[in-house]
């Protein structure tokens, strides 16, 4: 179910509110561009800086958007384990495709604690689960050992690693992964290499204003067409750069309102994006002839 490129799609604001228009239209876009999958509610959807209440509002406008035609995954991921379980338990009674669940952030917990909190939540919910692997933002990085021990229950089908190496891939697989294990990319400029490696497709920040081409970009690798995967990165890497200027979804929020789509307005703690950062993303943009 969880394969090719999958949006982690941004969560418009306007005027401090959630864009419900903007993110429909967004949503339905992604999909007429071919993309395969929408995630709500990921880190690039700012779900940290969302309340409850628009927490679901966001997963429900995404899942009304898609309307079935694509699998819809929810971030669900807290901090602690009661959080977690009852936010993903909520999500999955809503009808989306799958929860993805961050490790938990500013705790820190071992290999032990990692394994406890991932089973906890996958007992309450009664949609797959896909573990989510950011040592950037949590402080701690998952074990490919770790993640064999997850993959042994029969509701955690796969993980997004965006660990920052290609080589995990391999060494996961090496565990005996269930064939039906979904490991997925969670760094843009990582994806061709992991998908070539094994892994199943990505879940990009890039796609949410290059949907076309991250799904022809895993779709090539997949099928062997090396050669013209790499080309595509070629022309796509600028812009993954471009994307990572400043804290990620700063960047790309801006990108998306330089294509009319959506007001540039993170949330706080998050700022738009520099001036100074502004000339190069508009490079990147025009080099991939999105302006």
Known sequence: MFRGAITALVTPFRNGRVDTAALSSLAEW?????????????????????????????????????????????GTGKNDTRSTVELSAEVSAMGVDGVLVITPYYNKPVAEGQIAHYRAVADAVECPLIVYNVPGRTGTNMTPETIAELAGHPRIAGIKDAAGSAERVTAMLCLGLPEDFAILSGDDALAMAQVALGAKG??????????????????????????????????????????????????????????????????????????????????????????
């Open 30 to 74: 992604q999909i007429e561009k071919g993309i395969d999958g929408l995630l709500a509610c990921g880190c690039t959807g700012e779900a940290a800086a969302l309340t409850h209440e628009e927490h679901l509002h966001v997963v429900r406008t995404v899942l009304d958007a898609a309307d079935g035609r694509v699998p819809v995954l929810a």
């Open 202 to 291: 990505v879940i990009s920040v890039v796609s949410n204003i290059a949907p076309a081409a991250v799904a022809e970009l895993v779709a090539l690798t997949e099928t062997g067409s090396l050669a013209a995967a790499r080309k595509l990165q070629g022309r796509l890497y600028p812009l993954i750069r471009a994307m990572f200027l400043e804290t990620n979804p700063i960047p790309v929020k801006c990108a998306l309102s330089l294509m009319g789509m959506i007001e540039n307005e993170p949330r706080l703690p998050l700022t738009p994006l520099s001036d100074s950062c502004l000339p190069a993303l508009r490079a990147a943009m025009e080099g991939a002839d999105l302006l």
